[in-house]
């Protein structure tokens, strides 16, 4: 009698739940390949498309997002909040409304207690949400992580967001004789695939070069190939024991934008700033300064001075330096505006409580 061949061991993720069950996947390809078609300018501008739907509006929209940052920086804090914020449908960041929906967390350099342990810090006594599954081990994306993930949308079909954390784990091993940009374009590519074809968000979470940049987008650890294979790239900088930092993105469907966030580490949580990041990447001073200006262009450093409460002879000075390094633009009079803002006529003065107009009792007016 001929012996059957045993069948193939088949591709799981390793879940964390009640009783830390692993859940084994169909290994059949769920969208074989398929021949695209090609069509005119004319057909593709009368085509209807519904818009692409967005995990958290303005940042990750569906496909795939690398989100970059150096080691300990909080990458893993941020993915867990917006896999927490996005399953309860709450504010991303604390100020961004996000759409309620399943989201899949592969936590790979995790276990289940230090999860339990974040959990409850972001927590803070809310109820755990059932649409976060959490889980710690899956198949390298070329060996079938790519379709456990897809038997996973499979059965989820309203799913918002899939995050890896981090890429490396799954990536796999490079094609034999491929070079550096291929493998790289190649990795990521599997996981565009699976994110394209359910119309999901992946975050893909990823590493920066040790040394910095100008061009945030260079700064991603690995070749081009990884940021050129990316619906989107996020890349995320503090500096060590700062609390402040800023989350710089660029895509193909979202606008090239910098966020200002704080890391509460009490919370555990990543909160939006207000106002410009560059605001919160230069002194207090000058941070001040431009606040001001946006709001009323065209002041003199006087009028400056006394809305933001300083010395004049400091607000001049540092005037003169944010002209030099380009942060502001100079009008007629000695008068200052933010690059790109309006300068207004009759910019409304503050108060003056001398009946001579001025703003010492028997003063000449000093400034322009």
């Not at 867990?80 to 914020?85: A, E, F, K, Q, S």
């Not at 040394?211 to 995320?236: C, I, K, M, P, Q």
Request: charged share 20%.
């Amino acid at each position: 009698m001929t012996q059957q061949p045993a069948p193939a061991e088949r591709p799981t993720l390793h879940v964390v739940g009640p009783d830390d069950a692993g859940e084994v996947l169909s290994p059949a390809p769920k969208n074989p390949g398929r021949i695209r078609t090609s069509w005119t300018a004319a057909d593709i501008m009368a085509m209807e498309f519904t818009p692409p739907k967005w995990a958290v509006p303005g940042v990750l929209s569906e496909g795939c997002n690398l989100l970059c940052g150096p080691p300990k920086v909080g990458k893993s804090w941020m993915s867990l909040g917006l896999g927490l914020d996005v399953a309860m449908g709450g504010k991303a960041f604390g100020a961004i409304d996000v759409d309620p929906g399943p989201v899949l967390y592969l936590a790979l350099e995790d276990t289940a207690r230090r999860l339990q342990n974040r959990l409850g810090k972001v927590l803070a006594g809310r109820p755990a949400p059932a649409g976060l599954t959490l889980a710690t081990e899956c198949p390298p994306l070329p060996q079938g992580g790519d379709q456990a993930i897809a038997a996973w949308l499979d059965r989820n079909r309203d799913a918002r967001m899939v995050i890896i954390d981090v890429f490396a784990k799954l990536r796999g091993n490079s094609a034999p004789g491929a070079s550096a940009y291929d493998a790289d374009y190649a990795a990521v590519g599997r996981a565009k695939r699976v994110a394209d074809d359910y119309g999901v968000a992946f975050v893909l979470v990823h590493h920066v070069r040790k040394a910095g940049s100008d061009d945030f987008l260079t700064e991603v650890s690995g070749t081009n190939g990884l940021a050129g294979a990316a619906d989107a790239t996020l890349v995320l900088k503090r500096a060590r024991n700062q609390g402040d930092g800023v989350l710089h993105v660029t895509g193909r469907d979202v606008d090239e934008s910098e966020y200002a966030l704080t890391f509460n580490a009490d919370a555990g949580a990543w909160q939006m700033l207000d106002g410009p990041a560059e605001d919160h990447q230069i002194g207090d001073t000058r941070a001040a300064i431009l606040r001001w200006l946006r709001q009323a262009p065209g002041s003199t450093p006087k009028t400056i001075a006394e809305g933001i409460g300083l010395k004049p002879d400091t607000v001049r000075q540092t005037c003169t330096r944010m002209l030099a390094d380009g942060q502001l633009a100079a009008e007629p009079g000695g008068r200052y505006r933010v690059p790109g803002v309006t300068a207004v006529t009759g910019v409304t003065q503050p108060p003056v409580s001398c009946e001579n107009g001025s703003d010492s009792p028997g003063q000449p007016e000093l400034w322009p």
